[in-house]
């Protein structure tokens, strides 16, 4: 099997030596292989995304020498489009899919009224819904692992979240990097939502939908995202989907060992591109993942040759 790999920004801002160093890798991993890279603009925030910041993730990574087999802004490839504010109807035919499990509910709870129930996780500021919109007839929909229930058709509501109801059941998957993770969907992540109730789509369905239709089979990313591989692969399963390997590399921090953000000038590629090259900036990213002893310039020719890069890679 051919891998494909891919490399999906928010375009709402620059991107920073962070955004660099997850592209170089996924793109070191699949083309190590001999396999194919696609480039995704997740635009779902029509208040935060911008056109002109996608055009820049394109130059930036064009500049680097980071070339795209497929997708970007001009939708290069067979299962375009690849901007997802122009994948909405392929969220809504999903949506339907999942209503008619009996799975899904209306939800009209604030963040503010979730956090005025309970404290966030205290490891990491995460809130767990507890369910408090969730229907009466689905509180004991599973017993022993099996639907125990017959399918009630889904309830719409004016300006309600849509929710997906979560077992109490443990996923099992094995992450490249992290090894074997055992994440209990009911403790650790609740019943979650699908489509914001301002009819915005969530990041978990949109993931998953955009994955499994271009044909993704490993997705490397921050670590910061971990949970989420357990949502969604839930997800892949009641959509009939096939998960993808999941890869989640470590966070590049700055000086205080504050993870970077758009915010971090000095790291950002606006910065980087003025006083350094192309090469020293792959080194730098390359360093910091341990493919290199020390920050220095290198080429991507070099680093395809270079056997830690299978520690990413299958």
Known sequence: MTPIGRFAPSPSGRMHLGNIYTALLSWLSVKSRGGKWILRIEDLDPQRSKMEYARQIEDDL??????????????????????????HH???DALAKLKATGLCYPCT????????????????????????????????IFAGGRRTET???YQEKPRAAVRLMVPDEDITF?????????????????????????????YQLAVVVDDALMGV?????????LLSAAQQIYLYRLLGYTPPEFAHVPLVCNESGVRLSKRDKSLS????????????????????????????????????GNEKIMHYAL
Not at 217 to 225: A, F, I, N, S, Y
């Open 62 to 87: 064009s500049w680097l020498g980071l070339d795209w087999d497929e997708g970007g802004i001009d939708g290069i490839g067979p299962n375009g489009p690849y901007l997802q504010s122009l994948r």
């Open 90 to 92: 392929l969220y809504e």
């Open 109 to 140: 709870c604030t963040r503010a009224d979730i956090l005025a129930t309970q404290a966030p996780h205290e490891s990491d500021g995460r809130v767990v819904y507890k369910g408090t919109c969730r229907p009466t007839y689905l509180q004991s």
């Open 151 to 153: 399918v009630v058709p």
């Open 174 to 202: 094995t992450d490249r990097i992290k090894g074997c993770q055992t994440v209990n969907l009911a403790s650790h992540c609740g019943d979650f939502i699908l489509r914001r109730g301002d009819g915005a789509w969530a």
């Open 217 to 225: 089979t490993e997705v490397m990313r921050g670590d910061d995202l």
């Open 269 to 304: 590629m606006e910065y980087l591109r003025a006083n350094h090259t192309p090469e020293e900036i792959l080194g730098m990213a390359a360093h910091r993942a341990g493919l290199i002893p020390k920050s220095a310039s290198v080429s991507l020719s070099e680093l395809l």
